[in-house]
């Protein structure tokens, strides 16, 4: 009885969170560096193989992405205005180790360039 109970809760907290998506406001992926005490915002753009490990962690993560014609990752702004993860994530990127360790699903063919 109990998990029929959590399955429908499931179901329903699914549902409702599928209603709401349309809500999303999408910001470009970009990329932060902490450089003494300032943290700041990568302005060149992340390349193919760069693109791969971070859509990795994203994924890792479970955090919601789409990707342009281009190639650019974009994410919700509620992560995105979060610049701690995105400071792990741009860190996590650059961590061979990491990526080694954490890499569960084979994107390339989701990066177009």
Request: proline letters at 1%; aromatic letters at 12%; charged letters at 30%.
């Amino acid at each position: 009885m109990k998990l029929i109970i959590y399955t429908f809760l499931l179901i329903l907290i699914t549902d409702c969170t599928h209603h709401t998506r349309k809500d999303i406001v999408w910001m470009k992926f970009k990329e932060v560096y902490f450089d003494g005490d300032i943290v700041e915002l990568d302005k060149k753009d992340i390349d193919r193989k760069k693109n791969l490990k971070i859509l990795n962690i994203l994924y890792y993560y479970g955090i919601e992405f789409k990707l342009d014609t281009a190639g650019s990752i974009y994410i919700p702004q509620s992560i995105y205005d979060d610049r701690d993860f995105r400071l792990s994530v741009t860190s996590k990127s650059e961590d061979i180790n990491w990526i080694n360790d954490h890499v569960i699903k084979d994107l390339s063919d989701t990066v177009s360039r």
